[in-house]
């Protein structure tokens, strides 16, 4: 969940899946993806609490959190342009235009995030995310996924676009707006999406999300119940 101040309050940037995906298709949603076996190289270069200290947060081991840090950094980078890393442990890159073709590589995953890091010389800042939820999905869906969320700050001098073959829009909204678009039927947003951005609603700025300690992180997994017409979401 990629977040901003602004003076109406934090939003959040947010993408609309388009309607030839196979899972989600037509739902709003946060950027993210699927971990790359790659995202688990021990050599790039890491800023922020270790790859032990995630294991802990996530109750999972040292590989997989680091992949899951590394996964989120890279899938921020290629669905919105916006990179979490920089030439040292305490800068971030404020123009990320210079790295377009790193980016349609990372894509099309001629590329790893190691490579790419490794190739610019940066250093990725894991200390600008922090763990925000575990949720999988009910045993009764045929696709199913184990999703890790996370909160990051927009860097300074950075913004997110709307670049990415999976979305076919993207913007910022409050997450108050963005709860009123999926009541009154404007867009469709699955119970994990409601869930955080309940949760970013009742925050007052950035500093006050990244400040709130979610660990250790729970994992939920809902369960799916027909109610007549209805499907209710029970947690």
């Not at 999972?60 to 979490?84: I, M, P, W």
């Not at 700050?153 to 913007?171: I, N």
């Amino acid at each position: 969940m990629l977040l901003r101040d602004t003076p109406g309050g934090v939003e959040v940037f947010l993408q609309r899946r388009v309607a030839a995906m196979k899972f989600a298709a037509g739902m709003t949603v946060f950027p993210g993806g699927g971990v790359d076996e790659r995202d688990a190289d021990a050599s790039i270069a890491w800023a922020g609490p270790p790859a032990a200290q995630w294991a802990e947060w996530f109750g999972c081991d040292e590989r997989l959190a680091r992949a899951l840090v590394c996964a989120a950094v890279r899938e921020t980078f290629e669905e919105s342009g916006v990179l979490l890393a920089g030439r040292g442990s305490d800068t971030t890159v404020d123009d990320t235009s210079g790295y377009a073709d790193a980016r349609a590589a990372l894509v099309a995953r001629e590329l790893s995030l190691a490579a790419f890091l490794a190739d610019t010389g940066l250093t990725l800042r894991g200390d600008l995310l922090r763990p925000w939820a575990n949720w999988v999905t009910p045993e009764q869906e045929t696709r199913r996924y184990d999703t890790k969320f996370f909160v990051a700050a927009l860097p300074a001098g950075q913004d997110a676009d709307g670049e990415t073959t999976e979305a076919s829009e993207s913007g910022w909204r409050t997450p108050a707006d963005a709860m009123a678009d999926g009541e009154a039927g404007r867009s469709m947003l699955m119970p994990p999406t409601w869930a955080m951005l309940s949760d970013l609603a009742a925050c007052r700025d950035v500093a006050e999300v990244l400040a709130t300690d979610r660990t250790p992180v729970p994992k939920v997994m809902p369960t799916l119940r027909v109610d007549g017409e209805s499907v209710l979401v029970e947690l």
